[in-house]
């Protein structure tokens, strides 16, 4: 079993950056492909990024492309996710996830195994 926690969520105007942390206990992460997603009240969850084990090959959705980046630090068992120039719209409770699937980054929800409780991520106009 693998529990995820996520933090550094909070209230942030708009064109400020936050960084998520996604820490992982019960097993090594290294093998496994990591994700983010978010949930904005009212929608569906989203795949926001990924990235593969071995942090070589990322994946984002259009939106975050160019503002977000996720890395991971596999010593610290530690994935991130870096937001800058940050918008209204990116507004939501943000979700880290583990895939067993590793070897390339993963988008499809349905193919990840674990997933944390989620951190809010506010960004005022």
């Known amino acids: 079993q693998v529990q995820l926690v996520e933090s550094g969520g909070g209230l942030v105007q708009t064109g400020g950056s936050l960084r998520l942390s996604c820490a992982a206990s019960g097993r090594t992460i290294t093998t496994y492909g990591m994700g983010w997603f978010r949930q904005a009240p009212g929608k569906e969850r989203e795949f926001v990024a990924s990235i593969s084990w071995s942090g070589g090959n990322t994946y984002y959705v259009d939106s975050v492309k160019g503002r977000f980046t996720i890395s991971r630090d596999n010593a610290k068992n530690t994935v991130y996710l870096h937001m800058n120039s940050l918008k209204p719209e990116d507004t939501a409770v943000y979700y880290c996830?583990?895939?067993?699937?590793?070897?390339?980054?993963?988008?499809?929800?349905?193919?990840?195994?674990?997933w944390g409780q989620g951190t809010q991520v506010t960004v005022s106009s």
């Open positions: 996830a583990a895939s067993k699937y590793g070897g390339t980054p993963i988008t499809p929800m349905r193919l990840y195994d674990y």
